[in-house]
Every structure is written in structure tokens, then in C-alpha cells.
């Protein structure tokens, strides 16, 4: 025999092989179409050996040569279901090799081509397929896309593709994980839910409930590739926006109670009732009255009103006594050594009116600021004063007794409440 040396597809010659023509021959006897068809261990040897000696006189030769003396030798004998198989065996193979060559030529135009000469640099409005984390994303995505394409879908379907009958979106990622997933908060907030690494409980504020929202958006995204659609993101938020009004509220009337030396049981308010409005709120009102009764709460709210107008008599009076004084400083100059003030004429010296303001923030801190010719001169903030007040929106002690809640305290203005 004189065949050595085989040359394959890449110009490079190798040592003459018996075994790779049987395994060939072997592989396309696997696929054929019924048991019936299938050669036996004796008609693999003999074809195997009918090729050998059709190619024994060739000092050298190449694979594909080899191949098509394989297809004659087995329709020769007969064999032609297993010939078929071979035909479709080389077909794929060859259709892989040009996969893999276009696939080199796309790598080549991510490496070297701008983003407007190529489509497919800009087919992800996401990826900006000219910076360096881009063009990485787009290199592993082509190479998935060919390996989805020629090792797990059925051909048909990459057919199907390949023609656009069809469209295979995020195929690159379609191995590993799901994409483009919608999120559904309010099935996901009720009852909490866990992000693999912890469980978060049901929240209770519009706080939390954004904050966990952000949470969920991150932990599914760590799990999946594309983007996400959350639907009926406002109505998921507006629970939140009901459990901190009704928070609110009933903050308040622990405030109210706390004023009027009331005790307040939370289960004799229906929070339901209560609406937010820019005006009066009668149903605010009507629950204030189940806690601390009509004929107190309107004697308070008399009080407050005729305090709240001597108020306002008193400062229309000290704005007026402010303005004689700025008349009358350019007449008037202050002795500094005894602060006796003597009248002259060509000298205008002002005096310095010094007023110290105390008032209670929404936080419970207070903000004193001080006043110099009615200019703010200095302002310190102080801590709040916590107190201790039941918070019946968390699980009780084990006692049976309701969790404790520390909050600010502040002075009450139950003006405010009724405007709520």
C-alpha cells in the first residue's frame, strides 16, 4: 500500500489513519433511519476495507477525496439509507465550518469596524459596541450564538431563523437563564419574600416598599439577562402609601389622646374612614370625637382658635411698635457706655433689636434661631425628645403586651390634625 500521508482541509498533511474511516463510517451507521438499515460489524469492516483499496495506490490524498469514495463505496454495496447519512453527516460538518469561518470574519469586524458600518454592533440598544465592555459582551455573544446554532437547536429551527420565519430573541442567553421577565410586586410584597440570600417580611410604609421594590429589581437581575417590566408599579406602591397615611393618622390621635390625657385604643378608630384633604376633614374630626368626646374637643379647639388670635393681635402690635422704632432711629443716638438714648442732630446711629425664636420641628427636634434687626444671625437645631409609644403595627411581645416604638416629641397643634 502505498498511501502515507493525508492532507487535510487546512493544507496540512498527517500519518494515514484506518481507524477514522471506520469511526466515519461507524457514525453515520448510528443515524440511519431504521434498525433494518444498519450495517453489521462485518458490513462496516468490508466497506472500510473496499475505500482502503480504492485509495491504495495515491501516495497522497486529501479528507474530502476520501469522503466521496466513502458515499461510492457504500452505495455500491447497497447500503443506502447509511450513504443518506453520511451525505447529511458531511453537509453539517461543512456547514459548520462556514459558520465558523463567518464567525472569525464577525470577530473581526467587532475588533476593527466602527458601530455605524456594521448592523450588528448596533442590533442592542443597550451595549455600546465601541467601548471595550462592549465589544467583550459582543464577542461571547456571537460566539454563543454559533454554538446555540450548530450544537443544540434541531435544524429546523435555526433554519426557520436563519430565513426569519421566526425569531429567536436573546438567543445568546437562552442556555443559562431566563430573560426579559416581568415582576409582579404586589404577588411579590404579600407575605414577603426571600432574595436567596434572606428573607425580607412584608412592609409597612411606602419607605419599604420602595426600598424593597429596588431590592427585587437587583436580585432578579443578578439571576437573568434583559430587561424588566414591572406592571402596575403604582398600584404595588400605593399599599405602601395607604399603611404610612394610616401611620400617620394614627400617630396623631396618639398625639390628640396624649393632649386631651386620653387613652387611645387603636381598634375604636376606623382608619378606613380617614381621607387626606386640604380642608377640614370631618371624618378626622368624627373619630377624634369617639376618643375624647364633643363637648371636649370643641372647648379645646375654642381655646386654641382665641389663642391662636391673641396671637396674632399681640404681633400686629409688636410689628407696629417695630416700625415707630425705625422711624425714630435716625433721630436717636445710643449712648454705648450707659444705653441712654439722647437725641442730636447730623448723627444716625440704629439700635440693635436682638430676638431669640424657639420652634418645634416635624421631627421633634427644635430649631432655636436668632433674630438681629430682623436678620437671622444664628441658628442651632437640637435633638429630639423621644418618648416611648406603643407601635401596634408590629408583632406584640411575647407577653401579649404591644411593641414599643420610640418617636420624637413634639407639641401638638391639633389644627394641623383637623387639616389632614
Known sequence: ?????????????????????????????????????????????????????????SDSIGVEEIQDVVEKSLMQHGFFDVAKQFIVYREKHARRREAQKNLMEVYRDIFFANSEDVDFKRDNANINANASMGVMLKLGTEGAKFFVDNYVLPERFVDADRDNFIHIHDKDFSLITFNCCQID????????FSTGHGFLREPNSIRSYASLACIAIQSNQNDMFGGQSINAFDYAMAEGVRKSFVKAIRAEIERAAFYFDQQFDPSAVDFNRCRYSEKNNP???????????????????????????????????????????????????????????NRSSGTVTKTVEVETIKRFMPDGSIMVTTYE???????????????????????????GSPAIELKPYQNFDLEMLLMM
Do not use: C, W
Not at 389663642?307 to 425705625?326: A, F, G, P
Not at 430682623?374 to 407577653?399: F, L, N, S, W
Open 1 to 57: 500500500m502505498n498511501l502515507k500521508t493525508v492532507t487535510k482541509r487546512s493544507g496540512s498533511t498527517v500519518r494515514y489513519n484506518r481507524t477514522k474511516i471506520f469511526n466515519a463510517i461507524s457514525g453515520a451507521n448510528r443515524d440511519a433511519s431504521t434498525p433494518h438499515d444498519r450495517l453489521s460489524d462485518n458490513d462496516l469492516e468490508l466497506v472500510t476495507s473496499a475505500v482502503e483499496n480504492a485509495i491504495a495506490d
Open 185 to 192: 410586586l404586589l404577588k411579590l410584597f404579600h407575605g414577603g
Open 283 to 341: 371624618a378626622a374630626v368624627d373619630e377624634i370625637n369617639k376618643i375624647v368626646g364633643d363637648k371636649i374637643l370643641a372647648e379645646k379647639i375654642s381655646n386654641i382658635k382665641t389663642d391662636v388670635q391673641q396671637m396674632k393681635s399681640t404681633q400686629e402690635k409688636l410689628d407696629e411698635i417695630r416700625d415707630l422704632q425705625e422711624e425714630i432711629t435716625g433721630n436717636v443716638k445710643i449712648d454705648e457706655d450707659s444705653g441712654n438714648a
Open 373 to 399: 434687626n430682623g436678620k437671622i444671625t444664628e441658628q442651632v437645631r437640637h435633638k429630639p425628645h423621644m418618648i416611648a409609644v406603643p407601635d401596634y403595627t408590629a408583632p406584640p411581645k411575647p407577653d
